[in-house]
C-alpha cells in the first residue's frame, strides 16, 4: 500500500479560523516532506517543505510541523481564507533520489465565509 | 504560471485516435516527470526521465509512450487509450540533487471516448 496517507479526506472551516491538516506516513527512511496545495482546474502548487532534521518550520501563514516518533505530519493554516479552498497533499522523499516523491490522496479545504 | 506549461489544457479522444501531449519548462531542471490523478486516488508516477535518459517507467501500458528530445521538452503520445486512461495528465520537473520539490504544470485534461 501506500506510505503516505491522510487522515481526514475533508475539512470545512470557518473564514479566519485556523486550519490542521494531518499526513501519516510509514517510511522512517524518508528524509524530506514537502506540502502541495492543488486549486480547481490546476497543477499542484508548492506550500512549503521540511527536513528531517527539523521538527518545525514557518512559512507567510503556513506551518508544518514534523513528528518522527510517530511518523506524522501536518499543515497549519492561519487565519484561513476563502482562496485557502483546495485540496492539500503531501509528499515524502524517502531518498536517494529527486524522484522518490511519494503522494498522499489529498485533504480537500472548504473555507466558509 | 509556474514555470511549467503543458498542451493542449483539454482534450478529448477517441479509442482509436494518435494525440500526443507536450511539456515544457523554462526553470534549468534537469529532471521531468509525467504524473496521472485519477478522481479519489493520489498522483501515480509514470515516467521520469533525468538528463534526458528515461530512469524509471512505472509500468505503464505501453500505449502510452514518452519522448524527451531535451531537458526542456517532455511529450506523451498516446495510442488506442481505453475510457479508464481518463484522467488529469501532470508534467512536474525539479533540479538536481536531494530535497528539490517538483514545479507541476496545470496539467491536461484528457478523456477518452
Known amino acids: 500500500g501506500e506510505s503516505v496517507g491522510l487522515h481526514l479526506p475533508t475539512l470545512s472551516v470557518q473564514e479566519g479560523d485556523n486550519s490542521i491538516i494531518n499526513c501519516a506516513y510509514s517510511n522512517s527512511a524518508s528524509d524530506y516532506f514537502i506540502w502541495y496545495k492543488q486549486e480547481s482546474g490546476k497543477g499542484p502548487q508548492f506550500i512549503i517543505d521540511i527536513r528531517s532534521n527539523m521538527d518545525k518550520r514557518q512559512g507567510q501563514r503556513v506551518t508544518v510541523l514534523l513528528n518522527k516518533t510517530v511518523k506524522h505530519l501536518s499543515l497549519q493554516i492561519a487565519a484561513t481564507q476563502p482562496g485557502d479552498s483546495a485540496v492539500y497533499f503531501c509528499?515524502?522523499?524517502?531518498?536517494?533520489?529527486?524522484?522518490?516523491?511519494?503522494f498522499g490522496k489529498g485533504t480537500l479545504l472548504t473555507v466558509n465565509p | 504560471e509556474t514555470g511549467v506549461t503543458q498542451t493542449p489544457r483539454h482534450l478529448v479522444m477517441g479509442m482509436t485516435n494518435k494525440k500526443s501531449l507536450k511539456c515544457e519548462q523554462h526553470?534549468?531542471?534537469?529532471?521531468m516527470y509525467w504524473y496521472k490523478q485519477s478522481a479519489k486516488k493520489p498522483l501515480e508516477l509514470m515516467f521520469v526521465y533525468s538528463l534526458e535518459e528515461r530512469v524509471e517507467n512505472n509500468s505503464v501500458p505501453s500505449r502510452f509512450s514518452p519522448e524527451c528530445p531535451n531537458s526542456s521538452h517532455l511529450f506523451l503520445h498516446l495510442h488506442t487509450l481505453q475510457p479508464e486512461d481518463s484522467a488529469l495528465y501532470l508534467c512536474?520537473?525539479?533540479?538536481?540533487?536531494?530535497?528539490?520539490?517538483?514545479?507541476f504544470g496545470s496539467g491536461t485534461r484528457l478523456t477518452v471516448v
Open positions: 509528499a515524502e522523499n524517502s531518498g536517494g533520489s529527486n524522484y522518490k516523491l511519494t
Open positions: 512536474a520537473s525539479s533540479g538536481q540533487g536531494n530535497n528539490y520539490g517538483y514545479t
Open positions: 526553470l534549468g531542471h534537469n529532471a
